[in-house]
């Protein structure tokens, strides 16, 4: 069915004028118009047709003085759960759009139209009517980047005459046909990398970037096929601000190439004779690796693309900000080259480190590591923090991925003892810090004696913030050099556990426990002929790197669970609460 409604029409107007303006736009329609009273219907011989005259028209050719508005003819028996949206921003990611249409019901269905325009257009199917109703009052006129959204319902002939259909029609669960990358773009030759491109402008040149009304930042997201994001109200004063750029590896490339040609030309054109090097952001966590062993990778690059690199020192990152500032010095040429075998270090590191996490996210349980914010994430508008806000606090209030609320833990972890100025940081600082960023109590434990070579530091929360926590103590000792640049930071931890549960821990002939140190590639080890202490709970000790020594912890945890669930008395048949056990 293509019938359209043309709304908003003059009195004035006759058939002739319909039939001079279709003509004139090369619109072919399949009937005579019929012209009533401020609106008009016409059919169209197909879809296109029908979606060419909304595109072309509406909201955009005036007729004896007024602005057509053109969209489908539905009758209110078909007003149902079917929306179309248009005019959508070419380079608005489908994440975003997913989200946005989510809060008015579920989206049992979302499709792109293909088009000749520059905007993206999108069929949506609601599970109910009323959802759809609010999607249209709520969306239709609304502005998205400087593009006005418009809604209108699309003919369901499917539609029963009377009342909405409670949860919807089945078969619709699907999500459509597979998108990529962002609407107005269709399917892209390579899909849009994980990580984005972040680089450091200095303020005065981000007008000119972005352009009067926008037009020069609309402009590169179009040639480049990029979605870039400006933090300029980050840092207030701040002389330089971040610029995020998501796309594919030669998307944001050729954005960058772009900026850094924008901020040349506007230097020119101020007289600003300092020179403007390319600053990439990039995590921690990658640093190492794009360095290189004795900064032989580092030298290749400078060397290939003769540039001269440096990278921001360590004592720069703090736990709200990990990422380092690499600085590229060269012509623009030869910091775009810079720029692709950089990223290309950073990609490759971010998906070996991906593929371990989720590697060990699928052997960890109770814990989604994607979720605990510790590494970069390629969500759009990734910002220099760690995690979007402090977890909720260690005792009790934490609620555990997948598992509701966990109850606290409690682990005891050995740290050198010179390490322990460190840990603590200036006037207490860092220790609190970490304590506010883990969502965790922290506390180090007075010495043991004078020549006390370990210091133990006393950790409480559920699994995440033990996670948090234990992982930021062991990167912390790295950094701080107190193990060698090629070895790996391993750690004791002690964990209690009630004195029934050590045989489980431990397995019939050791059982257990090998096949724990077998899969953790940690050192677990229940010492004989421990005393209990005096809430009857003997000593375990974990020894190896972090995630070794995070996986042995949770999987010890995971036998615990199992124990106590055996523990607790089954309930008997029928209404009847379980009787207590006779002494």
Not at 9 to 33: L, N, R
Not at 153 to 169: F, L
């Amino acid at each position: 069915m293509n019938k359209l409604y043309i709304g908003n029409v003059s009195a004035e107007a006759s058939e002739e004028d319909f039939e001079t303006i279709f003509e004139q736009w090369k619109i072919p329609h399949s009937g005579p118009f019929l012209v009533k009273t401020g609106y008009a219907f016409v059919d169209c011989p197909d879809e296109k047709a029908a979606m060419k005259a909304i595109d072309v028209l509406s909201g955009k050719v005036e007729l004896h003085g007024k602005v057509l508005e053109v969209e489908h003819s539905v009758p209110k028996r078909q007003r149902s759960c079917k929306l179309q949206i248009r005019n959508i921003p070419p380079h608005m990611q489908w994440e975003v759009l997913d989200g946005m249409l989510a809060q008015y019901g579920a989206v049992e269905s979302c499709e792109q139209v293909n088009t000749d325009t520059e905007t993206a257009v999108v069929n949506v199917r609601y599970a109910a009517k009323d959802q759809a109703r609010l999607a249209m009052e709520k969306l239709n006129g609304s502005m998205m980047e400087n593009y006005a959204l418009k809604v209108s319902y699309i003919p369901d002939e499917t539609a029963a005459p009377e009342g909405p259909s409670v949860g919807g029609r089945r078969g619709f669960n699907t999500r459509g046909t597979p998108r990529s990358g962002s609407p107005g773009l269709g399917a892209r030759p390579k899909l849009q990398s994980d990580i984005p491109l972040r680089i450091l402008v200095p303020t005065q040149f981000v007008g000119a970037i972005i352009g009067k009304e926008g037009a020069t930042i609309r402009n590169i997201t179009k040639q480049t096929h990029s979605k870039i994001d400006i933090h300029r109200k980050e840092n207030a004063g701040a002389a330089e601000k971040p610029i995020t750029i998501h796309s594919t590896p030669e998307g944001c490339s050729n954005a960058c190439t772009t900026i850094m040609e924008i901020m040349q030309k506007e230097a020119l054109d101020t007289k600003f004779t300092e020179e403007i090097p390319l600053k990439i952001l990039a995590h921690n966590n990658f640093v190492g690796r794009l360095i290189g062993k004795e900064g032989r990778n580092l030298k290749k690059i400078e060397q290939d693309t003769g540039t001269k690199i440096t990278i921001s020192p360590l004592q720069d990152l703090t736990l709200y900000n990990p990422e380092r500032t690499i600085t590229v010095k060269g012509s623009i040429e030869a910091c775009a080259r810079a720029e692709e075998e950089v990223m290309k270090k950073v990609r490759e590191s971010y998906d070996s480190d991906m593929a371990a996490m989720n590697l060990q996210s699928n052997l960890i349980p109770g814990l989604n590591l994607n979720a605990l914010g510790l590494f970069p994430s390629g969500a759009p508008g990734m910002g220099p923090s760690m995690s979007s806000g402090p977890p909720p606090g260690a005792h009790g209030g934490c609620s555990s991925f997948g598992q509701g609320h966990p109850e606290s833990e409690t682990v005891h972890l050995f740290i050198p003892a010179l390490a322990v100025g460190a840990i603590i940081g200036k006037q207490g600082q860092h220790i609190k810090q970490l304590s506010h960023f883990a969502g965790a109590s922290i506390k180090i434990a007075p010495a043991e004696g004078m020549d006390a070579k370990q210091r133990m530091v006393i950790i409480i929360g559920p699994p995440e913030a033990q996670f948090k926590a234990q992982c930021r103590i062991f990167g912390k000792l790295k950094e701080e050099n107190f193990f060698g640049p090629k070895e790996e930071v391993k750690l004791e931890a002690h964990i209690k556990v009630p004195s029934f549960a050590a045989g489980r821990v431990i397995g019939k002939g050791g059982k257990t426990v090998n096949e724990l140190q077998n899969l953790t590639c940690a050192e677990v080890v229940v010492p004989r002929d421990q005393t209990p202490d005096e809430n009857d709970q003997v000593i375990v000790k974990i020894s190896g790197h972090f995630f070794a020594c995070q996986l042995a912890q949770r999987k010890i945890q995971e036998i615990l669970a199992q124990v106590r669930r055996q523990q607790q008395p089954k309930p008997t048949s029928g209404a009847q609460p379980p009787q207590p056990r006779r002494k």
